[in-house]
Antibody
Framework: QVQLVESGGGVVQPGRSLRLSCAASGFTFSSYGMHWVRQAPGKGLEWVAVLWFDGSNKYYADSVKGRFTISRDNSRNTLFLQMNSLSAEDTAVYYC????????????????WGQGTTVTVSS | EILLTQSPGTLSLSPGERATLSCRASQSVSSNYLAWYQQKPGQAPRLLIYGASSRATGIPDRFSGSGSGTDFTLTISRLEPEDFAVYYCQHYGSSPYTFGQGTKLEIK
């Protein structure tokens, strides 16, 4: 079945780095744009970054620009999020999500989500 | 950047009642790229509506979306017990893919 599984979360000290992974299965990963979305404890959803299906374009939220890098390895069906210079404000559950589309390029929103991985930034 | 404002913040209703949730955008949403998601505690969000008014796969027909431009609505025609959750609207298709702050639908 179509599935996304995040990993790599944990407790990290302020200023340190962490890399999250998102393993995709059950669909042609290389054909889809992929996102990272996060949710701080008790808060709403915050979009973090998007990477096009072929890696040609990537965009970031202002809150992470210059510190986070989204990438993918289509040969391994895996999405990554490299997070540097972490601060307490980055503490959140991080979800990866697939952006669906049709043959005309019309977009359908984020139709598949992982279960999330928790990142806690604390000394 | 398109800012999305959802109202009300909390909506208290009983099963069987009709729910109307609003999402207002700070500027016109192109191609009606406006989605609605449902999130229950401890779970990932679930796509309900895309393109402002199209139901995602497997979503019951008691959920409907409407609107265009800057004003959008999610309607749940007859609330079932499993519908009590937090609902988010989202602009997508161009960066930044902003979410509204959410509406909590709670049992009265």
């Amino acid at each position: 079945q179509v599935q996304l599984v995040e990993s790599g979360g944990g407790v990290v000290q302020p200023g340190r780095s962490l890399r999250l992974s998102c393993a995709a299965s059950g669909f042609t990963f290389s054909s889809y744009g992929m996102h990272w979305v996060r949710q701080a404890p008790g808060k709403g959803l915050e979009w973090v970054a998007v990477l096009w299906f072929d890696g040609s374009n990537k965009y970031y939220a202002d809150s992470v620009k210059g510190r986070f890098t989204i990438s993918r390895d289509n040969s391994r069906n895996t999405l990554f999020l490299q997070m540097n210079s972490l601060s307490a404000e980055d503490t959140a559950v991080y979800y990866c999500a697939r952006e669906d589309y049709d043959s005309s390029g019309y977009l359908y929103g984020m139709d598949v989500w992982g279960q999330g991985t928790t990142v806690t930034v604390s000394s | 950047e398109i800012l999305l404002t959802q109202s009300p913040g909390t909506l208290s209703l009983s099963p069987g009642e009709r729910a109307t949730l609003s999402c207002r955008a700070s500027q016109s949403v192109s191609s009606n790229y406006l989605a609605w998601y449902q999130q229950k505690p401890g779970q990932a969000p679930r796509l309900l509506i895309y393109g402002a008014s199209s139901r995602a796969t497997g979503i019951p027909d008691r959920f409907s979306g409407s609107g265009s431009g800057t004003d959008f609505t999610l309607t749940i025609s007859r609330l079932e017990p499993e519908d009590f959750a937090v609902y988010y609207c989202q602009h997508y298709g161009s960066s930044p893919y902003t979410f509204g702050q959410g509406t909590k639908l709670e049992i009265k």
